[in-house]
């Protein structure tokens, strides 16, 4: 088995048919080239497009497939940007192999050959429509982790454009409404691999693929622009394209629309799209590592600390108790702070120092409620009290996590609302992230807390975003869905940590 392949099909008509032979001997990027010219077949070659990336969605969804477009001499050099170690081809080509071998380029001086046998192909109905190009060709989308269903968006612009291809990525302000939209990747890297998929697919066009802030980007008002084309759900997008080109005084754009890719992923959930769609694979992630843990010297190895964090109303605590039930031990740094405030303890009387005796009880305690009135809403006042209480949390924190270590507790999870605010996180092993959209969070907050919507939204507001502990978490849980969904994403979790564990003995 090796990393990258390229295999050669000697009639278009096959193309459909190559990923799962293929995928016997390539476990990561798979690059398919029609032998020959691909001139005069662009009605076949269209059609294949999408049954090669439903295909590979379907039965080889771990491979990185790509459909070579580039026109004209077979014999051209072909240069990819993941380095081909294994040529394969379908047996109809063996006469040819020593030519093909030669116009790959590779960096191994003695590139693997192996002959494939490709299934019979696709009987061609003879009444392919004909496939219209233009010079210059637009599109648009997010593109967060290029999948087949961007694959195709892309491929059928490529096999349009006959001289330009301009990509518009969204930008921050155009994600934001998406579904975990914390997990989609930097615009630079989205931009990044589009360009790359393009330049692998067809060197020979012009790209300018470039962040936009808009549904409209470079399109409404530059008349070199001939053709958009779009997807099913966003036809709505081109017409307002056309509508605000009649306004500047330019052409409307002709509209390509591409069809939606059934999602064949076999675990595919309920709660998932039943297209190919960048939102189930950032639900995919969840629960599994995003990032690897790093040695940490701060703490002993064991036990092995995990940091919970989460906002107020994010569902951390049943996240936590979904972990307990699979064996880790909890310390919750919001029971402590309670602990704190009984009456008697030094705490108190700092407290009362610092925010006045009306924050306390008859009976000594500290009134949570009438010092969260204080500190919510008045950043000055909260970052007091944590000054206060923070460190007394942390140290009893870790007294208790030595002692369940002590008790034989393997894995001990910190959970904390202040996790990431306070930097707890570099007292653990891992930091782990429970997120939902803030709007959700908002209403959960106002019925458990009877506050209004004003009260709550302060609250959520006062604490670090999804996004900051996305940015830091090496492992997001979701509670936003179903028992079911979320008790998946804990398996996957715990499954990984395990793994890690025993690689650690």
Request: glycine share 6%; with cysteine.
């Amino acid at each position: 088995m090796v990393n990258n392949g390229l295999i050669f099909v000697s009639n278009a008509a096959k193309v459909h048919n190559v990923c799962q032979k293929a995928s016997q001997f390539v476990q990561k990027v798979l690059y398919v080239k029609i032998n020959g010219t691909t001139e005069g077949l662009l009605p076949v070659i269209n059609r294949q497009i999408t049954n090669l990336y439903s295909r590979a969605t379907a039965q080889c969804s771990n491979l990185d497939v790509r459909l070579m477009l580039r026109p004209g001499d077979a014999l051209k050099s072909i240069s990819t940007h993941h380095p081909i170690d294994l040529i394969l081809y379908d047996s109809d080509l063996d006469k040819d192999v020593e030519k093909l071998k030669q116009i790959v380029a590779t960096k191994k001086t003695e590139c693997k050959l192996q002959c494939v046998d490709t299934l019979d192909s696709l009987k061609e109905s003879g009444s392919e429509e004909p496939v219209k190009t233009y010079e210059y060709v637009a599109l648009g989308g997010t593109f967060d982790r290029l999948h087949n269903g961007h694959k195709i968006l892309l491929s059928q612009a490529v096999l349009r454009a006959t001289k330009h291809v301009t990509v518009g990525v969204c930008d921050v302000n155009m994600i934001r409404f998406k579904k975990l939209w914390e997990l989609i990747e930097p615009v630079e890297k989205r931009i990044e691999a589009v360009l790359n998929f393009l330049k692998d697919v067809n060197p020979d066009l012009e790209y300018n693929v470039l962040p936009i802030q808009d549904v409209y980007g470079p399109t409404k008002d530059d008349p070199k622009f001939q053709l958009l084309v779009v997807s099913e759900e966003t036809v709505r997008g081109a017409q307002k394209v056309n509508e605000k080109r009649r306004e500047n005084g330019v052409s409307p754009l002709e509209v390509h629309v591409i069809g939606l890719t059934e999602d064949q992923y076999e675990k595919r959930s309920q709660e998932e799209e039943v297209k190919v769609s960048s939102s189930n694979q950032r639900m995919r992630m969840l629960g599994t590592t995003l990032r690897p843990p790093v040695p940490n010297p701060r703490i002993p190895d064991w036990p092995y600390v995990i940091g919970l964090a989460g906002g107020i109303a994010s569902g951390k605590s049943s996240i936590a108790e979904k972990l307990k039930a699979k064996g880790a031990a909890i310390v919750n740094c919001d029971f402590i702070a309670h602990d704190l405030y009984k009456p008697g303890l030094p705490l108190n009387q700092t407290i009362a120092e610092t925010f006045g005796k009306q924050v306390i009880t008859e009976t000594g305690e500290v009134d949570r409620k009438k010092l969260g009135e204080i500190v919510f809403g008045d950043k000055a006042q909260l970052e007091k009290l944590n000054q206060v209480l923070w460190p007394e949390i942390l140290n009893e924190a870790q007294r208790r996590v030595r002692a369940l270590g002590s008790e034989g507790y393997r894995v001990v999870v910190m959970e904390a609302a202040v996790m990431v605010r306070a930097q707890w996180y570099h007292y653990c092993h891992q930091l782990w992230a429970v997120i939902i959209p803030p709007d959700e969070a908002i209403i959960r907050l106002q019925k458990r807390n009877n506050l209004t919507e004003e009260e709550a939204r302060q609250r959520i507001e006062s604490q670090p975003s999804n996004l900051e502990q996305v940015a830091l978490a090496n492992v997001v849980f979701s509670p936003y869905w179903s028992y079911e969904y979320t008790q998946g994403q804990i398996d996957r979790a715990w499954e990984q940590l395990q793994a890690l564990l025993d690689a650690r003995k």
